[in-house]
Nanobody, 129 residues
Framework: QGPLVESGGGSVQAGGSLTLSCVASIGDYNTYSMAWFRQAPGKKEREGVA?????????WFNEAVRGRFTISRDNSKNTLYLQMNDLTPEDTAMYYC?????????????????????WGLGTQVTVSS
């Protein structure tokens, strides 16, 4: 297994909920800002979904998911979560966990995938109408 392993994806109907998890095997997990990205079918690039700083005080959300998704982390378990509610077909994508060794991110750092140090292999989320 790699440094980040996602789970919790699946198929749900619109309006449903899923919780994604990402277990990190990287050392000093609590020194990494963590993020979720997604890549929709047919899209070349991944987009940032949500991110959280090392102490979970600072978070960032894509406007498309704000109010529906919640990001959290448990540093004692080296685990990142993404609670997704009121899912729509537009949320269908492969969801990836990413880690960057920095206490918190600013500006475009939240969404710039090139700056992240570690990535998981992804977990598929499919939402049907």
């Amino acid at each position: 297994q790699g440094p980040l392993v996602e789970s919790g994806g699946g198929s749900v109907q619109a309006g449903g909920s899923l919780t994604l998890s990402c277990v990190a095997s990287i050392g000093d997990y609590n020194t990494y800002s963590m993020a979720w990205f997604r890549q929709a079918p047919g899209k070349k690039e991944r987009e940032g979904v949500a991110a959280v700083a090392t102490r979970a005080v600072l978070t960032w959300f894509n406007e498309a998911v704000r109010g529906r998704f919640t990001i959290s982390r448990d540093n004692s378990k080296n685990t990142l979560y993404l609670q997704m509610n009121d899912l729509t077909p537009e949320d269908t994508a492969m969801y990836y966990c990413a880690a960057r060794r920095k206490s918190f991110l600013v500006g475009s750092e939240w969404t710039d995938e090139t700056t992240f140090d570690y990535w998981g292999l992804g977990t598929q989320v499919t939402v049907s109408s």
